[in-house]
């Protein structure tokens, strides 16, 4: 599935959703089905610097040029706005990361506006780091 096509079912589930409250709940449940990493990842190396809640992020590059992403929260919301980043870009390829606007995709969709000042941070380290490992796929992929 490519982003768009994940950024379109994503939107759509948001377009049912009259206001901020009903997406703060759906966001909720989405953290619920996120899967857990297993303890031993949950390391000060993988750790996303810049969240106030304690987030951990794995990103491995896989044979066919694709990165999967998992990662975990020890808070609710912040665990719902993990699955949805993985949804967006778990088996996606670095230029493809790179190249979509995830932070006009959160404002469209309602998440970014509404999310306080110490979440938006948290959330943008954690794309900050997605993109990192991306750029460095592609260093990796070029050698």
């Given at each position: 599935?490519?982003?768009?096509?994940?950024?379109?079912?994503?939107?759509?589930?948001?377009?049912?959703?009259?206001?901020?409250?009903?997406?703060?709940?759906?966001?909720i449940?989405?953290?619920?089905?996120?899967?857990?990493?297993?303890?031993?990842?949950?390391?000060?190396e993988?750790?996303?610097?810049?969240?106030?809640?304690?987030?951990?992020?794995?990103?491995?590059?896989?044979?066919?040029?694709e990165?999967?992403?998992?990662?975990?929260?020890?808070?609710?919301?912040?665990?719902?706005?993990?699955?949805?980043?993985?949804?967006?870009?778990?088996?996606?390829?670095?230029?493809?990361?790179?190249?979509?606007d995830?932070?006009g995709?959160?404002?469209?969709?309602?998440?970014?506006?509404?999310?306080?000042?110490q979440?938006s941070?948290?959330?943008?380290s954690?794309?900050?780091?997605?993109?990192?490992?991306?750029?460095?796929?592609?260093?990796?992929?070029?050698?």
């Open positions: 599935m490519s982003i768009e096509t994940a950024a379109g079912d994503i939107r759509d589930e948001f377009d049912f959703l009259d206001d901020w409250e009903a997406r703060y709940a759906h966001i449940d989405l953290g619920k089905s996120n899967p857990p990493l297993e303890p031993h990842e949950r390391t000060e993988t750790r996303v610097r810049g969240c106030a809640s304690q987030v951990w992020m794995i990103t491995e590059a896989k044979p066919e040029r990165l999967e992403i998992r990662a975990e929260s020890d808070a609710m919301i912040v665990s719902g706005l993990i699955a949805i980043l993985t949804r967006l870009y778990s088996g996606e390829s670095p230029d493809a990361i790179l190249a979509f995830v932070h995709f959160l404002k469209e969709i309602g998440v970014a506006d509404a999310l306080t000042a979440r941070n948290g959330l943008a954690m794309v900050s780091r997605i993109r990192a490992d991306a750029e460095r796929a592609l260093e990796a992929q070029a050698t």
